[in-house]
């Protein structure tokens, strides 16, 4: 009677055979129902393993955030509340914007003025800024040349596989965060970050917004 979630590649089946290896359990999600498990492991489950096993987020430093990069950015603002860390929100979109500013517990930046670049660039000298997260379409040159002196780790969201970010470190190096991956390689991380999530979500429960928007719905 236990929910389990499976790791396996190929097409969608009734019945599969698979490694024990790959069977991950769910019982430390409680009562959240599996599609919106389903959504958590896709989204919020990369958004946590980049900031904290990855980049090494630690308490206080902050994490600039492109709401514009749709619910990726919600899964790393919850991910780094989460670590402790200060997710500070950009966005050049007029709802967005107004959405987020009526909202007392999150950080905006207003960046339909067109000078972004240096609004972001002030931004490192007054925050300890860790990791850039931001769309494909979104890198702006200028600030990306300040990041990279300063030594922030750069997240680039594709619009068209939201769910395999892509990771560029301060000394170029580039990688790709894919769940499946991560669960057929490395199986005994992957549940024990499945677990940590698990845990931070009965700490912290998401609002239900959050959970729709996980869900799909």
Request: proline share 5%; aromatic share 6%; with cysteine.
């Amino acid at each position: 009677g236990e929910r389990v979630v499976l790791a396996v590649q190929g097409l969608p089946a009734s019945h599969v055979c698979v490694d024990a290896a790959q069977v991950f359990s769910l019982a430390g999600f409680g009562d959240i129902p599996s599609q919106c498990i389903a959504g958590l492991i896709t989204s919020l489950v990369p958004a946590y393993y980049s900031l904290n096993h990855v980049m090494r987020v630690r308490p206080g430093e902050t994490i600039l955030i492109d709401a514009d990069s749709g619910n990726c950015a919600l899964s790393f603002h919850h991910a780094g509340l989460w670590l402790g860390a200060v997710p500070l929100l950009y966005s050049s979109d007029d709802a967005r914007l107004e959405g987020l500013e009526s909202r007392s517990d999150i950080t905006v930046i207003d960046a339909r003025q067109s000078d972004l670049a240096e609004t972001l660039a002030t931004a490192l000298d007054v925050f300890d800024v860790r990791a850039w997260i931001h769309a494909g379409h979104t890198g702006h040159p200028v600030f990306k040349q300040r990041a990279l002196k300063n030594n922030v780790h750069e997240i680039v969201i594709d619009q068209v596989d939201m769910h395999n970010p892509e990771i560029r470190g301060a000394c170029g190096s580039c990688s790709h965060v894919c769940v499946l991956s991560l669960a057929l390689t490395s199986p005994v991380l992957f549940g024990r970050i499945l677990q940590e999530v698990a845990q931070y979500l009965r700490r912290n429960p998401l609002p239900a917004i959050g959970m729709q928007l996980f869900s799909g719905e």
